[in-house]
């Protein structure tokens, strides 16, 4: 007669052999599954691809849970004489620099001369981030023998787990006072200027690109300042022209899903109601529009909580209308009713948030005691 210990659980070994298939799948189904590129998030509402665009409070706009979809295209129009949106491009440039992609800039050279750095973490959150590491490594560690009681199933889940806490981030900070440096494993930045011969900037170059490499990895086109005088010539403003090659990047994005394109355009020299403005409105899947505060506004002017440190980010310099939205528009979702953004340009970042009046308070509370003893006096019968 046998004996056996009351810890040890009574097993079936016919079961335990069906079962083994089942681990032994899901083992080969972990191994098999490819993860996403760097830089490259699956998005949780459309189940789509996705790139940071540098700035987490414009990902955030997007509404697709992850950045700006692989495959689509966003417009930035700026209304006045600056260029705000030149910030927006080239933290858009930086974080592809980063994660490794591929950025076509169709400019000059000098205008990606000085792209902003990753901004430096507090001493603090090193610390404390170097201890979670070491604690992660022990954990994976562990995990990988199995604690008791845990199935092979549980085994593989842990173990993923903590392999995606080892992923580069997918948005970064930048810190438009530093300067960028490309990492080595980082292909170099292809410059593609307008020519004088040509009203536009040749494509041949994008296209050979995204057929001699893979298709999972993204590759960022930038197109600053947009049939601005100072980089193009007057023929291409000629709406023909210019229909044809809007056509030919919307033409590479549907024959190449990983190139995602973003470009600013001049409201000052080509208004809303410009034929041009119209046709890039709707050749393009997303259009965001920057409005400035007038010269002459002063941010200081609002009254603001006097526990406010003051700082540039703080103080609004424009609003932020959403015209368009990629994937949304197209699935008759829209933007629906969205409130007020503003956005503000510092020193060091550009950021984007929502439009919120701070409350009226009086400078001298006897004034306002006052006002309140006249209304009521005039209450009274």
């Known amino acids: 007669m046998s004996f056996r210990k009351r810890s040890v659980p009574l097993t079936n070994s016919a079961k335990s052999e069906s079962s083994s298939p089942d681990v032994a799948s899901l083992e080969a189904a972990s191994s098999t599954k490819q993860a996403p590129p760097p830089g490259v998030r699956i998005s949780p509402s459309f189940s789509l691809p996705t790139v940071s665009t540098g700035l987490a409070s414009l990902d955030s706009l997007l509404r697709l849970g992850a950045g700006l979809a692989l495959g689509t295209s966003l417009v930035i129009e700026e209304d006045g004489t600056t260029d705000y949106t030149g910030t927006i491009l080239k933290c858009f440039a930086s974080q592809g620099v980063i994660h490794g992609h591929k950025v076509f800039i169709l400019a000059a050279e000098p205008w990606g001369a000085n792209l902003p750095g990753v901004a430096e973490e507090k001493v603090g959150k090193k610390v404390v981030s170097k201890e979670n590491e070491e ?18 199933r549980d085994r593989i889940g842990l173990s993923s787990q903590s392999l995606g806490d080892n992923i580069t981030p997918f948005s970064h900070t930048f810190d438009l006072s530093r300067s960028l440096v490309r990492p080595a494993t980082s292909p170099m930045i292809t410059y593609l200027p307008p020519t004088p011969r040509a009203p536009f900037p040749d494509l041949k170059a994008v296209a050979a690109y995204l057929t001699e490499n893979p298709s999972s990895q993204p590759v960022r086109l930038i197109i600053p300042s947009l049939l601005s005088p100072l980089f193009y010539s007057p023929d291409s403003s000629d709406p023909k022209a210019f229909i044809s090659f809007l056509q030919s990047i919307r033409q590479l994005q549907q024959k190449h899903a990983n190139l995602v394109a973003i470009l600013s355009w001049p409201l ?102 006052e006002e309140e003893k006249v209304k009521a006096k005039e209450l009274e019968f």
């Open 135 to 152: 604690k992660m490594k022990i954990a994976w560690r562990y995990e990988r023998l199995g604690a008791h009681g845990t199935s092979n």
């Open 268 to 369: 000052a020299l080509y208004p809303t109601h410009h034929t041009l403005t119209w046709w890039l409105e709707r050749l393009c899947d997303g259009v965001i529009r920057l409005e400035p505060f007038p010269h002459d506004f002063s941010a200081e002017a609002i009254p603001q909580n006097t526990n406010s440190k003051g700082r540039d980010e703080d103080k609004m310099q424009g609003f932020l209308r959403v015209r368009k939205l990629p994937i949304l528009t197209e699935r008759g979702m829209g933007t629906g009713v969205m409130e007020d953004m503003v956005w503000a340009l510092g020193r060091k970042r550009f950021v984007i948030r929502p439009f919120n009046l701070p409350p009226v308070e009086f400078e001298n509370g006897g004034e306002s005691k």
